[in-house]
């Protein structure tokens, strides 16, 4: 079955540096990729999809871009801020057979100053 | 504006007790989807449903039941509640349209004595 993988249990690190959060996944099908943020005490919220292969994907200073033939689509960003702090879930749905999407086990975000 | 509202939001139940929680969507999608959430384990699938009358098993169902009356409705019925379903339960809905990304409820807090 489809499924996916996030390495990183927790990640810490300073303000204005670097964010990467891995995430690589199995399907045998055409899938749509996910990162989802939730903070504190909030229902996670979509930030970003993609279903193309090699093409990069931006929203709210976050990008991934979905490489196919490592099957992964890691979540960067080129400096943290203090209000990026929070859980983030990567998560694949199935098209082909309109699957229910699954998760990763997520990756818990702390920036500090 | 699109919206997923579980109800209760806070939950004690007695071990061996019935407990219903419930979900409604005003999106019009056909696609809703039970999670729990687990530090280290991230939103596991219990329950999905494609409309109004299927409901069908997630990765882990055992303990759970679900029910969709309506393509509003859906709701995870713990006929027996113990102590190991202690956790958050979030509820979403999706469908093609949108890719199936899931778009959350705000969650349900269950505490099983």
């Known amino acids: 079955g489809d499924s996916v993988t996030q390495t990183e249990g927790l990640v810490t690190l300073t303000e204005g540096l670097p964010v990467m959060l891995n995430c690589t996944y199995q399907t045998a099908y055409s899938t749509f990729l996910f990162w989802y943020v939730q903070h504190l005490n909030e229902a996670p919220k979509l930030l970003l999809k993609?279903?193309?292969?090699?093409k990069r994907t931006e929203h709210q200073g976050f990008h991934a871009t979905l490489h196919k033939s490592s099957s992964s689509f890691h979540l960067q960003k080129s400096s943290a801020q203090l209000s990026d702090s929070a859980l983030y879930y990567c998560?694949?749905?199935?098209?082909?057979?309109?699957?229910?999407?699954?998760f990763g086990a997520g990756t818990k975000l702390t920036v500090k100053p | 504006e699109a919206a997923v509202t579980q109800s209760p939001r806070n939950k004690v139940a007695v071990t061996g007790g019935k407990v219903t929680l419930s979900c409604n969507q005003t999106n019009n999608h056909n696609n809703m989807y039970w999670y729990r959430q687990d530090t280290g384990h991230g939103l596991r699938l219990i329950h999905y449903?494609?409309?109004?009358?299927?409901?069908e098993k997630g990765d882990i169902p055992d303990g759970y039941k679900a029910s969709r009356p309506s393509q509003e409705n859906f709701s995870l019925i713990l006929e027996l509640a113990t102590p190991s379903q202690t956790s958050v339960y979030f509820c979403?809905?999706?469908?093609?349209?949108?890719?199936?990304?899931?778009?959350f409820g705000e969650g349900t807090r269950l505490s099983v004595l």
């Open positions: 979403a809905s999706g469908d093609q349209i949108n890719n199936q990304a899931p778009l």
């Open positions: 449903s494609y409309g109004a009358g299927s409901t």
């Open positions: 998560a694949l749905s199935d098209t082909d057979n309109n699957n229910a999407p699954r």
């Open positions: 993609s279903s193309t292969d090699n």
